[in-house]
């Protein structure tokens, strides 16, 4: 069988990319399977477009190597460019055409043929919900429908292989949701589904499984649940940074190498289960809400290792 159409949809081995001395991507060893929907997560700037732009054949790799549906990222662009879709952070959709000279744009970039173009512009119109817009000129479209129109361009030569960069971000929750529904139609056909957001809700709800990204390096990867006892732990512990008598709280903390991070103004704290018990014993008095973590969680966590 050839390697197209079989393996991993996504393996990469010590990826890594520079920019002079800096070092954006920072020996990522990663594989995807086909017909996995898999959530690239990170704070800004810890090298998730520089992955994909590396993955999409766009960006060389300084040291390492990733094969993209059997073909290698640096040897084979072309073949990949062709059968993979990537809708990119500032998806490029042209303002001064309509609805349908966007989507017959690309058609045209990848070659797609006439009368198969014709017959696909019909369904990427249906899928995106854009009936009745097709003559609509891009420029006055809301962002909502701008994505999806976004997602119809990248989907127009039928990609086994979907990068989404920030798909949904400046959208509406109704909208997202109605965009999430399409990717995973799409996914329910077979597609591999590689996305990065900053919303951490649909992060967690919506793929089968998480890479945490810090600072270049794979954090933590595998399913929300076991990425955040990992990272997190299985507890966190919210109060006021003015609760009555929160004072000894910081040095309990230290006492145990443990941090706390301050949000708006209540304390954040992560605790595993004899964490917890410790914590219940040392501060009997306090009144504190304990939950269990979440991707925000993960976020702040990251950040405080970085501080
Ligand atoms: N062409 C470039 N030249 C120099 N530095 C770059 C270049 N592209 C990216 N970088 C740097 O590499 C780092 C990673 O950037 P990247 O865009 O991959 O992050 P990101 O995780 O996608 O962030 P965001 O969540 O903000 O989109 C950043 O510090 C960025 O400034
Ligand atoms: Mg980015």
Redesign the pocket.
């Known amino acids: 069988m050839s390697s197209e159409n079989a393996g991993p949809a996504i393996s990469t081995e010590l990826l890594t990319r520079r920019?002079?001395s800096?070092t954006?991507?920072d020996h990522v060893s990663f594989s995807v399977a086909r017909g996995e929907v898999v959530g690239y997560l990170?704070?800004?700037?810890?090298?998730?477009?520089?992955?994909?732009?590396m993955l999409c054949g766009l960006l060389t790799p300084t040291e390492g190597h990733a094969q993209v549906l059997g073909f290698d990222v640096a040897k084979q662009s072309e073949q990949i460019k062709a059968r993979i879709g990537y809708m990119s952070?500032k998806f490029a959709l042209y303002d001064d055409l309509t609805v349908r000279q966007n989507i017959e744009f690309y058609s045209g970039v990848y070659s797609v043929p006439r009368d198969i173009a014709r017959v696909r512009f019909d369904q990427l119109i249906k899928m995106a919900g854009l009936e009745g817009r097709t003559e609509v000129l891009t420029a006055s479209l809301s962002g909502g429908w701008r994505q999806r129109l976004a997602l119809g361009c990248a989907l127009v030569h039928e990609p086994k292989l979907l990068f989404l960069?920030?798909p949904t971000s400046g959208v509406d929750p109704v909208a997202r949701r109605e965009f999430w529904d399409l990717i995973y139609e799409l996914a329910e056909k077979g597609a591999t589904v590689f996305v990065?957001t900053?919303y951490m809700d649909e992060a967690e709800r919506l793929s089968d499984r998480l890479i945490v990204?810090q600072s270049?390096k794979v954090r933590a990867s595998g399913a929300a649940r076991g990425v955040l006892g990992d990272v997190v732990g299985e507890h966190v512990v919210v109060l006021p940074t003015n609760a009555e008598g929160a004072e000894g709280i910081q040095t309990w903390l230290t006492a145990r190498g443990l941090k706390a991070s301050t949000v708006l103004a209540s304390w954040h704290l992560p605790l595993d289960a004899a964490g917890l018990v410790a914590f219940v014993a040392a501060f009997p008095t306090l009144r504190y809400e304990v939950r269990i973590p979440t991707l925000d969680d993960l976020f702040l966590a990251l950040a405080e290792e970085r501080a």
């Open positions: 920019f002079g800096f954006a991507v990170g704070p800004n700037g810890s090298g998730k477009t520089t992955t994909i732009r952070q960069d920030e990065t900053h990204l270049g």
